[in-house]
DNA sequence: AAATATGCCAACCGCCGAGGA
DNA sequence: GTCCTCGGCGGTTGGCATATT
C-alpha cells in the first residue's frame, strides 16, 4: 500500500489538540495507532515526540534551577549522555530539553574552561564540576526517587489537563512558563473543546479537512478499547470523561 | 539601523532492543 | 530462530530570537 507522505517540521495548534485529545482517549503508548486514529498526517514517532517533549500536561518549563543544573551535572558525571535516565531524575524535565541545555551551558563553560586553563592550572573541566558539587551544595539528591519507585516522566498522568494546558499554552504563546498547576478538576463542554478545534482549523485555513476520522471505530480493531472502568482509570489516570447528562467534559 | 554572532529549542534521523508473528 | 514492527534513545540540524558589533 502506498502510505501517504507523512507531514513534517512545526506543529500547528490544531495538530496539537487533536493529538492531545486523543491521547487522553487512548494513551500515549501505541503511537503508530494513535498517528492513524487521529488523522494526523504524522509517524508516530513524531507523535510520540511532541507529546513527550511539548504537549505532556507534566511539563516544567523555564529556567533550570540551581539544584536542577547541579542535578544534571552530577548525573552526567555518573551516567555520562544517558540522557532519558537522567530525565527522569528531574520531573518535568524531558531528554531533549536536558540536552540542548548541556549542550548549550556545557559548551560554555568548557569555552571558559579552556580561558582559565590559560591562566590557571591544567585541569580536566569535570574537575571543575566536582568542586562545584563539594561547594555550596546541600544533598543532592533533592528529589529523591528511589530506584524501584522511579516513575517514568513518559507515562501518561500529570495536574493539568491537556485542554487546559493548550489553552494556556495558546494564550501565552508557545512560552507555558511556571503556570501554576491545575489543582482542580476543571469542566468543559463538548462545545467549548469544539470551539477550540473549529477555531484552530480555521485559523490555519485546513481547507476542510476532517478532525476525526468519519467513524473513529473502524481505527480501532483491537479489543484493548474495551476495557472495564477500573483498567481504563488505571490506563489513562487523566482524561476526557463525557458527562452523558450535561453533555461536559471532565479532565481529571 | 543593519549585519553578524550566539543562544535556544523543536524536530528529524538513524540505530537499537523488545516483543510478537 | 528469524523477521518485522514499533517505541525509545542519543545525536544532529535548522530556524527563530536575542545580543553584540
Redesign the pocket.
Known amino acids: 500500500m502506498a502510505q501517504e507522505e ?6 500547528s495548534e490544531q495538530e496539537d489538540l487533536q493529538l492531545a485529545f486523543y491521547v487522553n482517549l487512548f494513551g ?8 492513524k486514529v487521529s488523522g494526523l498526517k ?9 507529546w ?3 504537549l505532556h500536561p507534566g511539563l516544567k ?3 533550570m534551577t540551581p539544584q536542577e543544573e547541579r542535578l544534571i551535572l552530577e548525573l552526567h558525571s555518573k ?10 531524575k528531574l520531573p518535568g524535565r ?4 536536558i ?3 548541556w ?3 556545557m ?2 563553560k568548557a ?1 571558559d574552561d579552556r580561558k582559565n586553563k590559560a591562566s590557571i592550572s591544567p585541569s580536566s573541566s569535570f574537575s571543575n564540576c566536582s568542586s562545584y558539587f563539594s561547594s555550596n551544595s546541600p544533598d543532592v539528591e533533592f528529589m529523591p526517587i528511589t530506584e524501584n519507585n522511579e516513575r ?1 516522566f ?1 507515562d501518561t498522568g500529570g495536574l493539568l489537563g491537556v485542554h487546559e494546558q493548550i489553552s494556556l499554552q495558546n494564550a501565552g504563546k ?2 507555558v512558563g511556571d503556570q501554576e498547576k491545575g489543582k482542580s478538576m476543571k469542566v468543559y463542554s463538548m462545545d467549548e473543546i469544539w470551539k477550540d478545534i473549529e477555531l484552530l482549523s480555521e485559523e490555519n485555513d485546513t481547507k476542510n479537512k476532517p478532525i476525526l476520522p468519519s467513524t473513529m471505530w473502524e481505527y480501532c480493531p483491537d479489543s484493548t478499547l474495551w476495557m472495564t472502568d477500573e483498567e481504563e482509570t488505571k490506563m489513562f489516570p487523566q482524561f476526557y470523561c463525557l458527562d452523558n447528562q450535561d453533555n461536559t467534559f471532565f479532565i481529571g
Open positions: 507523512a507531514r513534517k517540521g512545526p506543529w500515549d503508548r501505541r503511537w503508530d495507532f494513535l498517528a504524522r509517524t508516530g514517532k513524531s507523535c510520540r515526540l511532541r513527550v517533549n511539548y518549563r523555564g529556567k551516567w555520562g549522555n544517558r540522557w532519558s535516565r537522567i530525565a527522569r524531558t531528554d531533549n530539553e540536552k540542548n541545555y549542550r548549550t551551558h559548551r560554555k569555552q517514568n513518559y508557545k512560552k
